[in-house]
């Protein structure tokens, strides 16, 4: 058996739970050290984020699509683009939605339909709809202007009709953005 002195730390010992509680040296009870390491644990859990999470800011998806040619595009705000992102994927174009109810497939940032758009259906974008999951957006926006130029318009996606179209707060989406 290791002796605490000459191997191990006392901290990393004290969070042994085989040890009977009894008052360290520095007056702190073993298991109040224990539950220290243990939130200092979960909060380093908290902060190490996979790298392949791509969640924009507002901001950001805002300059993209601006930068993208939507201020505007078919008479639809950047606003209303920007409202539309929010609402279909919290700003995250790796976003993938597996819609059984309705059985389709959305794509990245404006979720863009399977079935209509790209190459598991009938392809009207001509790309992969793994090209619509890239943070550079240049594949998504080619898309959705496609989308956007036809009969419905925005109302192409359902979560605009409900979240953006008739909303009067449209300008909070580029509050404090610098375009």
Known sequence: MLRRKERLPE?????????????????????????????????????????????????????????????DFEGYSLENWVCLAYFESKFNPMAVYENSRSDFIGYGLFQIRNHDWCDHGRNRCHMSCSALLNPDLKRTIECAKIIVKGKRGMGAWPSWTLNCQHSDTLARWLDGCKL
């Open 11 to 71: 901290w990393l010992l004290s969070l042994s739970s085989e040890e009977a509680p009894r008052a360290s040296e520095e007056g702190q009870h073993p298991e109040l050290r224990r539950m220290k390491a243990s939130m200092v644990l979960s909060l380093i859990g908290y902060l190490v984020v996979p790298s392949d999470t791509a969640v924009l800011g507002r901001c950001v998806v805002a300059k993209k699509l601006h930068e993208g040619g939507l201020s």
